[in-house]
């Protein structure tokens, strides 16, 4: 089964600084890239970056290019989004989930479509 568990968000001012984290299990980073997708109020949901150890790739929505970064530690099992000079519009619900494609902009979008098996997400909150 399935598991995923967020943590690391909150409230901080814009220009800073937070790092999320994403503890995985019922799967192996070797067979599956993993990817963090954002939501939003009022918004759908988004894909944010993601990570395959497997290809060596990493992936990010051009919104965060050069802001944040996607790091994955096998051993543990988790996937981490340091996400740096943080903006209002970062403020969203984040999620992680496995892609069941290459990591990419395409397997974001397949991921969004026909995940089901979401955790409860992160809040972070930028404030201005």
């Known amino acids: 089964e399935v598991q995923l568990v967020e943590s690391g968000g909150g409230l901080v001012q814009a220009g800073g600084s937070l790092r999320l984290s994403c503890a995985a299990s019922?799967?192996?980073?070797?067979?599956?890239?993993v990817g963090w997708f954002r939501q939003a109020p009022g918004k759908e949901r988004e894909g944010v970056s993601c990570i395959s150890d497997r290809d060596e790739k990493t992936y990010y929505v051009d919104s965060v290019k050069g802001r944040f970064t996607i790091l994955s530690d096998a051993a543990k099992n988790t996937v981490y989004l340091q996400m740096n000079r943080l903006k209002p519009e970062d403020t969203a619900v984040y999620y992680c989930a496995p892609l069941s494609r290459i990591c990419g902009g395409y397997g974001m979008q397949y991921t969004l479509r026909s995940f089901s098996s979401w955790g409860q997400g992160i809040q972070v909150t930028v404030s201005s």
């Open positions: 019922g799967f192996s980073f070797d067979d599956y890239a």
